[in-house]
């Protein structure tokens, strides 16, 4: 992310503070004028990314991404590049509120005492938290009713575990009036306690530096065969944001055969997996994720610490290859958002 559009942001804020203290005040007595100005300093916050929104509270800040997973990490860097404000709380991403919510949308009620929930369990994807919840004003066929229920639920679920969990949390959601002949639904209240059991007995709970788990997988894109390496030991992973910074190496093969995969001799290929891994597994600076070979390309992802740790292990690969060309990136993606994808 830009860091001089962030300071630029943050210095129109800081000239403009003054009229955003009282908001909640000014918005009851001029609300057309106040909106105008909450719209207008969105406006200068979507210059340095398009994901992110602002909620005002009294005297605090909050960079919201509305609950798009792949803006969280954009919050986070505004937020960790700001500069202090007397009397200003600024924070990254909605928190929790616990159960105090309570909507009325287009008549239709959403509070913890109008809303139940049941699991929803698969054999197939046992570690998944899937859930149905239930209002009974809530139509099968679309409707405004069933527009108000989903809305709302989901603006529920927002305040009751923060934005980020609100989304990471849950696998699966659908909707129901009432539960069917032999289903049992749960309060609402009970939701929190569900979602903290169901994690803690996933594989590796609260394991920071699982042993790695490396799984190959074959499959096809276009026509063309794809190979996957996924270090599965990290579906489901709790400390992604202790590791922010991603590597995202592509190596253009130089010999591949008409299928788009490497031929010849590829341990040229390997030795520079092996150097990047050592690396950054050493005194435990990172985690390796996935190897995707398609059409000609080698694709190689790994989360670190620090920068200074990707960058080190970069130094340390040769100059040139005869099998390959590289490029790459290091980006800042606390949440891992941009490797989706390979885990569960």
């Known amino acids: 992310m830009n860091r001089d559009k962030i300071e630029l942001f943050w210095s129109y804020f800081k000239e403009h503070q003054e009229s955003y203290a009282n908001f909640e005040k000014d918005y009851e007595r001029h609300p057309l004028e106040t909106a105008e100005k909450v719209d207008q300093l969105i406006q200068e916050l979507q210059k340095v990314s398009k994901g992110l929104f602002i909620t005002l509270k009294p005297k605090e800040i909050i960079i919201t991404a509305k609950g798009k997973k792949e803006y969280f990490g954009d919050a986070f860097e505004v937020v960790n590049n700001a500069p202090t404000f007397d009397g200003w709380k600024i924070v990254a991403t909605k928190p929790s509120y616990g159960l105090d919510f309570d909507f009325d949308l287009t008549g239709v009620q959403i509070n913890p005492n109008t809303l139940t929930f049941m699991p929803l369990e698969a054999p197939q994807y046992p570690n998944d938290i899937a859930i149905r919840i239930f209002h009974k004003d809530y139509t099968q066929e679309q409707s405004e009713r069933q527009n108000a229920v989903v809305v709302g639920a989901y603006a529920g679920l927002d305040i009751m575990f923060g934005e980020i969990d609100s989304q990471l949390n849950f696998q699966y959601i ?120 398609y059409n000609g390309k080698r694709n190689l992802f790994y989360y670190a610490k620090r920068e200074e740790s990707l960058e080190k292990a970069l130094d340390m690969l040769p100059i040139e290859y005869d099998s390959c060309e590289i490029d790459y990136s290091i980006n800042y993606d606390p949440f891992w958002a941009k490797t989706d994808r390979f885990r569960a």
């Open 174 to 293: 659908d909707f129901d009036d009432m539960p069917h002949p032999k289903e049992k639904d749960f309060p609402f209240s009970r939701l929190s306690d569900y979602v903290k059991l169901k994690k803690e007995k996933r594989p590796n709970s609260g394991v920071e530096f699982p042993r790695d788990d490396v799984v190959p997988m074959e499959g096809k894109i276009d026509g063309l065969p794809s190979l996957l390496i996924l270090n599965k030991s990290l579906d489901y992973y709790e400390y992604t944001y202790e590791f922010p910074y991603l590597l995202a190496l592509t190596l253009t093969l130089k010999n591949i055969g008409e299928n788009g995969l490497p031929q010849g001799n590829v341990d040229e290929l390997y030795l520079i997996e092996n150097i990047i891994y050592q690396e950054i597994s050493k005194e435990k600076n990172g985690h390796f994720i996935a190897t995707e070979t």
